[in-house]
């Protein structure tokens, strides 16, 4: 049974009636704040029309010591929200949730959120789990801080492996700030599996899909080639799929719903399967 989840968000977020949920409904998000995202993989999705998110974290690019030609500045950053993307917070040290407490994880999220401000960056309304992991104690954190939605991975319910399917996003079942990924892309991901990842949205249910630099120079594991992403955006636009940030997802989706327990549904499918639960602390 699906209840209604205790909100903190902002009401303005709430004012607009819900659109139903259209078959062919994909939701692009970019991780790490890559260079390339900023010099290609944006322009591309402007010639397309499509929205995204792109989730920053403060040791990828914005530190001294860090290779900052291979990550965006924070002016390419607030160019990007100016554009009409949407810039979403994923964390100050891109720590696993389960490594911190509930004070550190805070802490991480808020540093973001006044490094958005000193920038001109919109405080974000979106968010990112580093390294697809989470904790009950950070859901209850970002409901606290008025997050509308956040994106994990495919674990614990299915071993992260690029280039696999993971779960559609389905409203009436996963908690709002639990939100799958039903695919993540890297060099050994086939065009097919792609057309199988948006396959996915229908029936209610919405393909989210992660990315990382493309390319990404630091990160080889989950680069994906510019000619093979330019396919997949093609395939989207010559297909009519409707492609949006995760910020606009409150379109179509309430940020209150979804079960009372966020991890009833990741708990559940794990029963299913005979797996130990996941880490809820």
Known sequence: MIVLALWSGPRSALAEPRAPIPDKLVVLTFDDGVKSQATFVAPLLKQHRFGATFYLSEPFGFQPDWKREHYMT???????????????????RHR????????????????????????????????????????????????????????RGTVPELPYREGGLGFA??????????????????????????????????????????????????????????????????????????????RDLAKYVDPRGGPRDPLEPIQRRLKQKGAPPPRAR
């Open 74 to 92: 924070w002016d390419e950053a607030r160019k990007l929200a100016e554009d009409g993307f949407e810039i979403g917070n994923h964390t100050r």
């Open 96 to 151: 696993k949730a389960f490594d911190e407490s509930r004070d550190e994880f805070r802490a991480d999220v808020e540093f973001i959120e006044r490094r958005f401000a000193e920038h001109g960056i919109p405080r974000p309304k979106t968010f990112c789990y580093p390294a697809y992991y989470f904790t009950r104690d950070a859901v209850e954190v970002l409901q606290e801080r008025g997050y509308l939605f956040a994106r």
């Open 169 to 246: 996003y389905d409203p009436r079942e996963d908690h709002p700030l639990l939100v799958p990924i039903v695919g993540a892309s890297g060099p050994n991901w086939r065009f097919e599996d792609f057309v199988a990842a948006v396959e996915k949205a229908q029936s209610g249910r919405i393909a989210v899909l992660a990315f990382h630099g493309v390319p990404d120079l630091d990160h080889p594991w989950v680069s994906t080639d510019p000619g093979r992403f330019a396919a997949y955006m093609n395939y989207l636009g010559e297909r009519g799929y409707t492609v949006i940030a995760m």
